[in-house]
């Protein structure tokens, strides 16, 4: 099956810290690394890595980095054919890591910007090649609602990651096969706060009742919870590791789960799947370089079959 991915591509300019500054302190750096990034790229890198035919469809500047962020794809597999050159500069992401592995990101949008409706329009025979289509929330949101949409049209089985956070028109969610979202996110889609587990369940069935055929709701360290129309609930524990940095943990998890589906694995060995990933990839600095390969991911499996789970 093929994998498109429609959507963001960044340079990450990473700043490691002991601790994250407070509002109007200066901190000293313990240094900085360059790594390719964007979720959208992210998951097209997790997903060609996992064993995914993937195709991305994005845009980079007319800057030095443009050059190494598609480098950095076709070094992954992933078919770059179809990018798009845009004037100014490609997306940015300023991140600071600190000593438990946690981020904070900032944002510069660039070429993401620019990935315009007229864009997809002039390129919709990548969506009648495509068997699964992953979205995220780096490019204008007009152009991925056109997507859905045209998506639908086609019965391409879509994968929206709603991240950054943001309000979604209700008439999108019968739309989304499946809706891939942490606990903040799934506060700002639905409005409802997740303080309590009722709370989180009474999002979930919201976003279901609203039309969404399945809902992912990742946990980090604690796993994933999958719910579906058609399907009985899964919870997948989190896999016991040492974090060093969550860049790219959500990402690597999206991607690895659609190559998975894509394989023909049920959803239950494909959330094991992806959860095995994420985990990996959290043992490791910066974003594309450590997402793992499916031979990695298999052998993780293998070595963690007794299960040492948080």
Do not use: C
């Amino acid at each position: 099956m093929n994998i498109l991915v429609i959507g963001s591509i960044n340079m990450d300019i990473v700043n490691r810290v002991g601790k994250h500054p407070l509002l109007g302190e200066t901190i000293k750096g313990l240094g900085t690394i360059y790594s390719p990034g964007g979720k959208g790229a992210n998951q097209a890198v997790a997903a060609a890595l996992a064993g995914g035919q993937v195709t991305m469809l994005g845009a980079v500047g007319k800057d030095p980095f443009s050059l190494e962020l598609v480098a950095s794809l076709e070094k992954s597999n992933v078919n770059t054919s179809e990018m798009i050159i845009k004037e100014g500069t490609s997306g940015m992401a300023f991140i600071t890591v600190d000593e438990a592995g946690e981020n904070s990101i900032i944002l510069s949008e660039g070429s993401n910007g620019q990935l315009s409706k007229k864009d997809v329009e002039e390129r919709l025979n990548l969506l009648d090649e495509a068997d699964i289509l992953l979205l995220q929330n780096e490019i204008p949101l007009e152009t991925t609602l056109f997507v859905l949409k045209e998506a639908a049209r086609r019965q391409v089985q879509t994968y929206f990651n709603p991240a950054p956070a943001l309000k979604i028109p209700t008439d999108a969610f019968p739309l989304i096969d499946f809706l891939i979202l942490n606990e903040t996110e799934v506060e700002v889609v639905t409005g409802i706060r997740i303080d309590k587990v009722e709370a989180q369940e009474r999002a979930i069935n919201w976003l279901i009742n609203h039309g969404v055929k399945a809902v992912i709701l990742t946990l980090g360290e604690q796993g994933s919870h999958y719910y579906s129309t058609i399907e009985s609930t899964i919870l997948t524990p989190g896999f016991k590791v040492n974090a060093v940095d969550t860049t790219a943990a959500g990402d690597t998890f999206i991607g690895s789960f659609a190559a998975a589906k894509a394989s023909g694995k049920g959803t239950k060995e494909a959330l094991l799947f992806a959860t095995a990933a994420s985990a990996i990839t959290v043992t490791r600095g910066g974003a594309q370089n450590s997402i793992p390969m499916k031979k990695e991911i298999e052998e993780f499996l293998q070595e963690n079959k007794e299960g040492l789970y948080y």
